[in-house]
DNA sequence: CGACCACTTGAACTATCTCAAGGACCGTGG
DNA sequence: CCACGGTCCTTGAGATAGTTCAAGTGGTCG
């Protein structure tokens, strides 16, 4: 087991080595043979902050950055439905009825790969196919509580959540005691249009956790914690 | 072709041949050998309105009837974060992080199976991993185009959003100008709770409907609607 | 330096909530 | 049959969280 491991291991193209997708993305369901015949049909590029990415029917690891995903009212209200942080898999088999577009808000680094070629494999091969499955799972539960947030919290529980949340993508294992700091990936509008609120209230709120104590805003988009713990009393869940 | 279809239908199990669910549902992915496989291991019973439905790892078929599902912050408030209105699909291969409740609104008709089974048949057939994970990606579209009315619409946008919802469940293949009346399922509250909003509000704006002409208000759970189209346009998207 | 952009802060406004009262319906028990 | 209490719903009046409008700060870039 341990030597079929190291094969493996040492058939493993060059370009996935070093990739984090392979630990916690969709590629750790790969074997070295389907991570080859994968690195030939995948094509690695890089988008700046702003860019759209179009829903053109492949999928891709985000290999670093943040995409935010948006849904739009027909008089232009836009409401943030899900953020992708690195390693996350952005793509998706079935089109969606009302369009949600897709936009790099940090510089980002992708792996793409043709739709036809995942969704072979996935009739192939079940844990692929459980994976996808889980993945979702996992945007549907985040999307439930983001529900929770938007119609049950205050303006104040919803920025703390936010900031839990961003605070939790960066550093997943950090020390919930210990202080943390990162930096917001997104201008006051976009945390607006994720929360269900106004850039004036989220700028208020933060201002209030500072006067609060609860967090330091360094740099306007860099903030930081004295402990997960404490961003999450104010979080109201 | 036509044959072989025959013989299947011939060997299909009594207790499925009129089951809604072998149309719409998850059976219709199973042939007669598989269907016969799982009524074996299916068990059929009725719940009556209010009561919880366990997560105790089963899978369920929606044959008639509606099922909320409701998240709670730590105070008691309340959202609702998703329905199920027959022939829905009911049941989920991994835990959420954060529990989710599922309660009939009113008296339920379930079909189940050991979660075990259907997971084994996921892995042997790809059709049903597929069917499974499309399903997935609509609840997930569903939620994600609720968080954008929770987030972004007003408080008359949202009753009539959730009026359409129900009319489109009621009968999804209804003319859009043609007039179509339906119970609602739920009390204020449910609507409330759902729509983020406080049962007066919801009351008011029902209200606001009815002198508008938009609706009629024939029992107080029982709508009616001059047209689809005509309350489509007070939903703001 | 000046213009611009993202952000903050203040003050007035308003959509929605809260609190309170009353109506309609329903089952229960006399 | 009616009286009773309970639940669900409606409506009104006042309170408030969050918005809107407006002015001002600070940083960045040409």
Redesign the interface.
């Given at each position: 087991m341990a030597a079929r491991q190291d094969v493996q291991q040492a058939d493993v193209p060059a370009i996935c080595k070093s990739c984090e997708a392979r630990q916690d993305g969709l590629c750790g369901a790969f074997n070295a043979r389907q991570l080859a015949e994968l690195a030939k049909a995948s094509s690695r590029h890089e988008v700046p902050a702003g860019t759209e990415l179009p829903d053109d029917g492949t999928y891709s690891n985000l290999l670093s950055g943040v995409v935010k995903?948006t849904?739009n009212?027909?008089?232009g209200?836009?409401?943030i439905?899900?953020f992708h942080f690195a390693p996350d898999f952005l793509g998706?088999?079935?089109e969606?009825?009302?369009p949600?577009r897709a936009e790099a808000l940090t510089n980002v680094a992708l792996c793409s790969f043709p739709r036809a070629i995942i969704d072979r494999m996935?009739?192939?091969m079940?844990e692929l196919?459980?994976l996808?499955?889980?993945h979702?799972?996992n945007?549907?539960?985040e999307?439930?509580?983001?529900?929770?947030a938007?119609?049950?919290?205050t303006a104040s529980e919803k920025v703390a959540s936010f900031l839990l949340m961003v605070a939790r993508n960066t550093d997943p294992a950090h020390h919930p005691a210990s202080p943390i700091s990162f930096d917001l990936p997104l201008t006051r509008t976009d945390i607006a249009?994720?929360?269900?609120l106004t850039i004036e209230t989220v700028s208020r709120e933060l201002s209030r956790l500072r006067s609060d104590g609860t967090i330091r805003i360094v740099n306007k988009r860099q903030i930081s914690l004295a402990s997960m713990a404490q961003i999450e009393e104010r979080c109201?869940?």
């Open positions: 995903l849904r009212l027909s008089d209200r836009q409401q439905v899900g998706r088999p079935f969606a009825k009302k949600i996935a009739n192939e079940p196919a459980r996808l499955l889980k979702t799972l945007e549907l539960d999307a439930r509580d983001w529900m929770a938007l119609g049950r919290k249009d994720f929360l269900g109201g869940d």
